[in-house]
C-alpha cells in the first residue's frame, strides 16, 4: 500500500500557475506508475496526466496538453503537476493516483489515492 499527500492547491487568476506536489510513502514508490485526476463540482473525475514507473512515458488529457506537465522524483518518492496558463475551466480538487504497473488512464485501475487538493481558478 502506498500512501499518498497532496499539496500546492490554491486560488490564481486565469493565466496564472500552479504546482502540485504528492508525497508518498509506504511501500516501493519507484515501481508505482502515478497519475493526476480531477473533479469538478457536479461533475464526475476525469484524468488529467500519468507517467510510467520510470518517468520515460507521459500521458495527457486534451483539455490540459500543452499546459500542464507531469513529472516525479524517484529519489525524494514525489510526483509533481506544473500547472501554466490556467483557466476557469481547471477548477477542481485535483488528486494524485498510484498503481504497481503500468500506467492507466482510467481512475477504476487505481488502488492509492491521496485526498486532493482544491485549485481555484478565477477569471
Known amino acids: 500500500q502506498v500512501q499518498l499527500v497532496e499539496s500546492g492547491g490554491g486560488a490564481v487568476q486565469a493565466g496564472g500557475s500552479l504546482r502540485l506536489s504528492c508525497a508518498a510513502s509506504g511501500r516501493t514508490f519507484t515501481t508505482y506508475s502515478k497519475a493526476w485526476f480531477r473533479q469538478a463540482p457536479g461533475k464526475e473525475r476525469e484524468f488529467v496526466a500519468f507517467i510510467t514507473v520510470t518517468g520515460g512515458g507521459t500521458r495527457y488529457a486534451d483539455s490540459v496538453e500543452g499546459r500542464l506537465t507531469i513529472s516525479r522524483d524517484n529519489d525524494k518518492n514525489t510526483v509533481s503537476l506544473q500547472m501554466n496558463s490556467l483557466n476557469p475551466e481547471d477548477t477542481a480538487v485535483y488528486y494524485c493516483?498510484?498503481?504497481?504497473?503500468?500506467?492507466?488512464?482510467?481512475?477504476?485501475?487505481?488502488?492509492?489515492w491521496g485526498q486532493g487538493t482544491q485549485v481555484i481558478v478565477s477569471s
Open positions: 493516483a498510484a498503481r504497481a504497473g503500468g500506467p492507466s488512464v482510467s481512475g477504476t485501475a487505481y488502488g492509492n
